[in-house]
């Protein structure tokens, strides 16, 4: 038979064929003849409480048969306003600027946009680069990918047609302060804002900061005056414990408060593509003005598709009617994966919020450590040197632990095992 899909991140002539996922239920993938997976990966962090919530499903289904979509441009719906408004005053202080778009790489680039236009406004307009931070990843669009790690990225090869952007090390120590602090000076005219992951770097190699270092960032944001720009696209929605990664800093004498803030993955509970770019008020206020030409022009033809818009507030009445326990979910993957510290190749295991990590010094073949954990039931996608774990945030025990096993026998497993630990039934 014809196939005539070209698979995302994915060598089509040596890729073994993906799986083939027929339903979803609670925490759990299920095949065509009826297997069932644990997801370990939330979808790619977004299923955060899990699939079919009924709750999400019924305001999706309620708004599919009023409304499943209509142009944002000149007009507007009860969904994206009331979501906005949940947003605006969920996110820390005046971030209330609440932009939509379909996806968080755009997210990110409508950021970029947000931040050269500000600085255009207060005529700086040679303000148009940015700086990121090694190992960073802010997604695939041109614009986003320029921004991730230029040598250890997946982008790499694209060096030369994207624009060069300023990447330093992390400032978790003085000498790498003082190369930021020397970076943001020696190029103020050119540098429009730095864009982080606050606490977590996702896909750049699943790496943890502290917020000291958030707040060296954003110390040095202030000194030479350019914007922070919050990528949460993965870290938002109690991901790591907290609504937003930033809120960690809440305790600080003065907290991290982001000039631009990106949200997406969770934000729609993984049930549709939508993301958000919320500006605080003087970002939003250089685009202010009785001058036409001075609007922010970006305007995606799905932005704040109601049904997104309907799944993200059912989302939200899930997150404020029950608040997740993120912090067992962290103590169970701790003291479960941190057994594998003995094993030679493993470099490092690391937990933070419901993110569960294993770094190899050798990589074994991603494929065979994959392999093993379907063999075991749970779906985890391995990738670099790590394999991790971000569970949907309603996971229960049972399922922690079989993920936690799954992960520890996979990794020392040297060779295949033949038993088949698939669940036969759902839940
Ligand atoms: C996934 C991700 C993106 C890109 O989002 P898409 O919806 O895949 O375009 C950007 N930044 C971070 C931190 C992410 O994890």
């Not at 993906?18 to 297997?35: D, R, W, Y």
């Not at 003065?254 to 970002?283: E, F, N, Q, W, Y």
């Amino acid at each position: 038979m014809m196939n005539s899909v070209w698979r995302p991140y994915c060598q089509m002539k040596t890729a073994p064929p993906p799986m083939k996922i027929v339903a979803t239920e609670g925490c759990h993938l299920i095949g065509q003849n009826g297997e069932c997976w644990i997801d370990g990966m939330a979808s790619w962090w977004s299923a955060c409480h899990g699939y079919n919530h009924p709750q999400v499903r019924d305001a999706v289904t309620e708004q599919l048969h009023r409304m499943p979509h209509v142009m944002f441009g000149g007009i507007t719906h009860e969904p994206a306003e009331r979501l906005a408004n949940r947003l605006a005053e969920l996110a820390p202080d005046d971030l209330n600027h609440v932009f939509f778009s379909d996806s968080g790489s755009v997210a990110v680039e409508v950021a970029m946009k947000m931040a050269i236009g500000h600085w255009r406004r207060h005529d700086r307009p040679g303000r148009t680069r940015f700086l990121a931070f090694d190992n960073a990843y802010h997604g695939d669009t041109t614009g986003a990918m320029s921004l991730c790690d230029p040598q250890r990225s997946m982008h790499a090869r694209y060096s030369g047609a994207i624009t060069q952007q300023y990447h330093v090390a992390l400032p978790r120590d003085a000498t790498t302060e003082a190369v930021l602090e020397r970076t943001l000076a020696a190029h103020s005219d050119s540098i429009a804002g730095v864009f982080v992951e606050p606490l977590v770097q996702g896909a750049g190699g699943m790496r943890f900061h502290d917020v000291i270092t958030l707040r060296r960032i954003r110390d040095a944001c202030k000194r030479h005056d350019v914007l922070l720009i919050a990528d949460e696209i993965a870290t938002g929605f109690q991901r790591t414990g907290k609504m937003f990664a930033v809120d960690h800093t809440a305790d600080l004498q003065s907290p991290v408060v982001p000039d631009i803030l990106c949200l997406g993955k969770a934000l729609t509970a993984g049930t549709m593509s939508m993301a958000v770019t919320i500006a605080r008020s003087h970002v939003f206020d250089s685009f202010y003005s009785d001058d036409p030409g001075a609007a922010l022009m970006h305007g995606p033809t799905f932005m704040a598709n109601p049904l997104a818009c309907s799944a993200a507030n059912a989302s939200l009445d899930l997150f404020e009617g029950n608040p997740y326990d993120v912090e067992k979910i962290e103590t169970i993957l701790r003291e479960r994966l941190s057994v594998l510290r003995d094993i030679d190749n493993v470099a490092d295991v690391r937990c933070f919020g419901a993110i569960g990590v294993v770094q190899f010094r050798d990589p074994p073949k991603m494929q065979m450590v994959q392999d093993e954990l379907v063999r075991r039931g749970v779906w985890l996608r391995p990738f670099g040197d790590c394999l991790y774990t971000t569970p949907p945030l309603c996971i229960n025990e049972d399922a922690l632990h079989r993920i936690c096993d799954a992960m520890i026998e996979a990794t020392r497993a040297t060779m295949p095992r033949s038993d088949s630990p698939m669940c036969n039934q759902l839940r």
